[in-house]
């Protein structure tokens, strides 16, 4: 944090206030619970991710297998 920041500049990063776009009397979820579905989605996607590129991997390999009389090009 800048020593020499306005009050207003001090409150950035983790300090920042949070919006909120529902009303409270709507939302009952805790901090942790969104910090937890937050963790979710990220999981859910590098989870997407590594298989794209386990699958990537799969057929790469299969088509260098596959085709031995494309080696010496």
């Not at 709507?26 to 590098?46: F, L, P």
């Not at 386990?54 to 080696?71: C, G, V």
């Amino acid at each position: 944090m800048d020593p020499y920041a306005k009050r207003n500049e001090q409150r950035v990063g983790e300090n920042r206030p949070k919006i909120s776009h529902l009303p409270p009397e709507a939302d009952h979820r805790t901090d942790n619970d969104r910090r937890r579905e937050k963790q979710a989605v990220v999981d859910e996607r590098r989870a997407i991710k590594k298989a794209a590129r386990q699958e990537l991997k799969r057929k790469l390999r299969e088509e260098l297998n596959a085709d031995p009389t494309q080696k010496g090009r």
